[in-house]
């Protein structure tokens, strides 16, 4: 899947470092498309709302707070990977790089 046009920065980079991670696990498919750019869409609004000294800590709870539950529906916690039966430590350095892009 390629990164979707006209989205901001930050969730262009989330996108490229997770999108291959979650495809590898087996948590990211086609269908899964507009549940993965709301999840890319969350993180820029919190690493802007974090970052913003004028922000109010409610919201960056809460934004903290959807991240968490958002991010656990395509594995990216090791709780959620052990829920999804998901375990990177039976996959070989072969694999792990490939997850990671290194190969």
Same mark, same amino acid.
């Given at each position: 899947?390629?990164?979707?046009?006209?989205?901001?920065?930050?969730?262009?980079?989330?996108?490229?470092? !997770?999108?291959? =991670?979650?495809?590898?696990? +087996?948590?990211?498919?086609?269908?899964? /498309? &507009?549940?993965?750019?709301?999840?890319?869409?969350?993180?820029?609004?919190?690493?802007?709302?974090?970052?913003?000294?004028?922000?109010?800590?409610?919201?960056?709870?809460?934004? !903290?707070?959807? =991240?968490?539950?958002?991010? +656990?529906?395509?594995?990216?916690?090791? /709780? &959620?990977?052990?829920?999804?039966?998901?375990?990177?430590?039976?996959?070989?350095?072969?694999?792990?790089?490939?997850?990671?892009?290194?190969?």
């Amino acid at each position: 899947m390629r990164v979707p046009k006209d989205i901001p920065d930050e969730a262009a980079d989330y996108w490229r470092r !997770n999108a291959p =991670l979650c495809s590898a696990m +087996g948590t990211l498919r086609d269908q899964d /498309y &507009s549940a993965f750019l709301a999840l890319c869409l969350t993180w820029a609004a919190y690493i802007r709302t974090a970052t913003d000294p004028n922000a109010h800590p409610n919201s960056i709870v809460a934004l !903290n707070n959807r =991240l968490v539950v958002q991010q +656990g529906r395509f594995g990216l916690d090791p /709780y &959620s990977r052990k829920k999804l039966g998901i375990d990177l430590d039976k996959r070989d350095e072969n694999d792990l790089d490939a997850l990671l892009g290194l190969n």
